[in-house]
């Protein structure tokens, strides 16, 4: 190794970032400040031994590695292996990298429409976007992949398997997916798309009823979302009286969005509250008067897919009273990453605080556990065709009622989302039953500015 790389090595280990907001304090005094030795323990130079065993085994690389590899990609890898080791969510962003995440957080970009992150050596699955190639194909949230295009993936090249799902639109791609609780993975044959996801949607499931659907957390999800429950209110041509809230297999996304769609629920409280080592991670942020559904009951869907910025906006409606979770224990991804540019075309996203919801309560690891849990269940289809026996009037000879009429009664018509969605048809009637207690609500409540 040459001296001049050996000693900017060295002044980039020595070097500790500096915050431009973050004023240096002051040396403490050694007879007032009890936590001066645990301070300083913490800001002491690097121990020469640890440098040492780095200088060795960089040598060791350049001169026995069975292929030549020059100082810039051990360089690169070492700055990767750095952030890497941290946690799942730190790494090293150069300009694809940096090119994707602009891509992700406006909602277009060439791939299968899949949300990955990188667990003990592996690449799992957060979930699939919706009415993507992924999500078509089957591949759903927990899942594990294990194989692209018949060649494994690498526990120390996890970006480069993340690189592959990406690329040209119409590019075949075969994925060896192993899902929850089996043991032999399945070959997935994929075609590439342009994936342009409409984060927020909705429909009226019956009347009165919204459903509405956040599948990610973008720029304009906020006013996506506002909009929709606008045109489904004046569709209905009457308030709405209560909305199912879908983030199941929502991966997250920017938090700036997720406080805008929990400030459309909340007339005021907490959103959520951000905690770190550094002055400027300690943030609380708060709703503003005003309430889209004018104060009609809710119900929140979620699952071990409900992630990040879907977190926040599911905690932060249950620890206000707002809404009823329903569902499974949500991912428990609450940390903060802060992309931190080193140049024009470099930047580190880092890791700098935790997210809490408004109760106080750290969402990392532990997740949400939803006020009804649900069992993950399918409805299926009845085997044979129903009695024809309903009740009295359908027994011959029967006795006939004072208020009986002859005409046939038509069963109305059968939601298919609801007879094939068990979570979403419980909501429904949870949703009914908070409704009947609540008031009816007057007015649509007038969008926020």
Do not use: W
Not at 128 to 141: N, Y
Not at 235 to 255: C, H, I, Q, Y
Not at 394 to 415: F, I, S, Y
């Amino acid at each position: 190794m040459s001296k001049h790389l050996l000693s900017t090595l060295l002044f980039v280990l020595a070097c500790t970032p500096v915050f431009a907001d973050e004023p240096p304090a002051p040396a403490p005094s050694p007879a007032v400040d009890a936590k001066a030795p645990a301070a300083a323990a913490k800001n002491a130079p690097l121990d020469l031994a640890d440098i040492r065993a780095f200088t060795a085994v960089y040598s060791l690389v350049k001169q026995a590695y069975v292929d030549d590899v020059d100082d810039h990609r051990l360089m690169q890898a070492a700055i990767r292996g750095l952030l890497g080791g941290l946690d799942p969510h730190s790494e090293y962003l150069g300009k694809e990298q940096m090119e994707d995440l602009a891509e992700d957080t406006t909602g277009s970009y060439a791939g299968l429409g899949i949300e990955v992150v990188q667990v003990d050596g592996s690449l799992k699955v957060i979930a699939p976007i919706d009415d993507s190639p992924a999500e078509r194909a089957g591949i759903k949230a927990g899942d594990t992949i294990v194989r692209i295009d018949g060649k494994p993936v690498q526990s120390d090249d996890l970006d480069g398997a993340v690189a592959q799902l990406r690329g040209k639109p119409g590019s075949p791609i075969t994925l060896s997916v192993l899902h929850e609780r089996q043991t032999l993975p399945i070959d997935i044959p994929l075609k590439r798309e342009v994936i342009r996801v409409a984060s927020a949607n909705g429909r009226v499931l019956e009347p009165g009823y919204a459903y509405l659907r956040v599948s990610q957390f973008q720029a304009e999800t906020g006013s996506q979302l506002r909009r929709r429950i606008e045109r489904l209110a004046t569709e209905n041509k009457a308030p709405l009286r209560g909305a199912v809230l879908d983030l199941r297999s929502n991966p997250g996304g920017l938090l700036t969005a997720a406080i805008e769609v929990g400030d459309e629920f909340l007339d005021g409280g907490v959103i959520v509250s951000t905690r770190g080592r550094v002055h400027d991670s300690e943030m609380t942020f708060r709703a503003t008067p005003g309430d889209l559904l004018a104060g009609a009951p809710m119900v929140v869907l979620v699952d071990n897919g409900t992630a990040s910025a879907a977190e926040i906006v599911a905690g932060a409606l249950k620890d206000n009273h707002r809404a009823l979770l329903m569902g499974r224990r949500t991912f428990g991804k609450g940390s903060v990453q802060t992309v931190l540019p080193l140049d024009a075309d470099h930047a580190v996203k880092l890791t700098t605080a935790r997210y809490y919801t408004p109760s106080g309560v750290s969402i990392q690891a532990a997740g949400i556990e939803p006020d009804i849990a649900l069992a993950d269940l399918a409805l299926s289809q009845r085997d044979g065709e129903p009695s024809p026996i309903l009740g009295e009037r359908d027994l011959r000879n029967h006795l006939k009622g004072a208020n009986e009429v002859n005409a046939v009664e038509t069963p109305p018509a059968a939601n298919r989302d609801l007879q094939q969605d068990y979570a979403l048809n419980e909501a429904l009637n949870a949703l009914k039953a908070l409704a009947l207690r609540a008031p009816r609500a007057q007015q649509v409540a007038p969008a926020k500015g």
